[in-house]
């Protein structure tokens, strides 16, 4: 079924805009024709957290456990995975979405280490009480984060993976909507990131750019008005600054095209391109 685009930015407007619940519906109402119309879609537009994974929590190849590191203020805890054959890796901490770390973001962990890495899915609600079953809770809780204090916990992840026994010294990141809006300001913060992935992330002001010294490969989606606003700005003064970043725009796309449970977003050939690309620039940059 192919959703109205109007639809779908009302639904990003809900999800990263701060509309609350009830103007969300009342408006989807009015779009779709009826409450009964909003009420279909809205399991095509939210994302399904009873997918099957694409990697199994199981899966034999791997080693995945929970682990906690010491942060800035306290205790931080995440979902760690590498090859269950393997010795010193390039690590990766993976950032969720704005909806934490769920099922999906974890499958995410289990992927990228099955491409040769050790993966550390992070969440960044562990501080809070750890990532709620409930998507709109989690949501709200992300709010309220405070985004100078959130990038100082995310920077703690990477001496904890650069000193880890299966490590070989390197730390990249990549990030998912508020995730890579993350990897761009820890980008900035953290002169010890290797190299950063965002997907369809919002970018940080230019002025912060001087500081970047990871490499930096940038993917966006074709209609993601809000996010693309900003990527003239910043890939310009990406540019004037001398700093090492690619940045590819996939046609036909949507926020979270890369989330296969989200029927309404997922485009899986451009979600396979954007993950080639990713994998070859890790490897490359994180290489010992």
């Keep these: 079924m192919t959703i109205p685009q109007p639809i779908i930015d009302?639904?990003?407007?809900?999800?990263?805009?701060?509309?609350?619940?009830r103007?969300?519906?009342?408006?989807?109402?009015?779009?779709a024709g009826g409450a009964p119309a909003a009420a279909a879609l809205l399991p095509l537009l939210a994302a399904d957290p009873t997918k099957a994974a694409i990697v199994p929590p199981d899966d034999p190849r791997l080693t995945t456990g929970r682990v906690t590191w010491a942060g800035?203020?306290?205790?931080?805890?995440?979902?760690?995975?590498?090859?269950?054959?393997?010795?010193?890796?390039?690590?990766?901490i993976v950032i969720h979405e704005n909806r934490g770390l769920n099922p999906h973001i974890?499958?995410?962990?289990?992927?990228?280490?099955?491409?040769?890495?050790?993966?550390?899915?992070?969440?960044?609600?562990s501080r809070d009480g750890g990532t709620p079953s409930d998507e709109d809770l989690a949501?709200?809780?992300?709010?309220?984060?405070?985004?100078?204090?959130?990038?100082?916990?995310?920077?703690?992840?990477?001496?904890?993976?650069?000193?880890?026994?299966n490590g070989n010294g390197r730390v990249g990141a990549i990030g998912f909507c508020w995730g890579g809006l993350m990897v761009?300001?820890?980008?900035?913060?953290?002169?010890?990131?290797?190299?950063?992935?965002a997907y369809y992330g919002r970018q940080i002001p230019a002025e912060q750019?001087?500081?970047?010294?990871?490499?930096?490969?940038?993917?966006y989606a074709e209609h993601d008005a809000g996010v693309n606003a900003g990527i003239e700005a910043y890939t310009?003064?990406?540019?004037?600054?001398?700093?090492?970043?690619?940045?590819?725009?996939?046609?036909?796309?949507?926020?979270?095209?890369?989330?296969?449970?989200?029927?309404?977003?997922y485009n899986a050939e451009a979600a396979a391109l954007a993950w080639r690309r990713t994998v070859a620039f890790l490897r490359g940059q994180l290489a010992e």
């Design 72 to 92: 800035p203020d306290g205790e931080l805890a995440g979902y760690l995975a590498r090859p269950r054959e393997s010795g010193r890796l390039p690590a990766v």
């Design 139 to 165: 949501r709200t809780m992300i709010g309220r984060l405070d985004r100078a204090q959130t990038v100082a916990r995310l920077a703690s992840a990477i001496p904890f993976l650069a000193a880890h026994p």
């Design 184 to 197: 761009n300001a820890l980008a900035a913060a953290a002169p010890d990131l290797a190299a950063g992935v």
């Design 236 to 265: 310009a003064a990406l540019r004037a600054a001398g700093k090492r970043f690619e940045a590819h725009t996939y046609p036909g796309t949507q926020h979270a095209f890369n989330n296969d449970t989200s029927a309404a977003r």
């Design 106 to 125: 974890e499958d995410v962990t289990r992927r990228m280490a099955l491409e040769g890495f050790l993966a550390l899915g992070v969440d960044m609600l």
């Design 23 to 31: 103007t969300f519906l009342d408006r989807l109402a009015t779009l």
């Design 209 to 219: 750019v001087t500081a970047i010294r990871a490499a930096l490969l940038l993917h």
């Design 10 to 21: 009302l639904y990003d407007r809900f999800t990263h805009g701060g509309m609350d619940r």
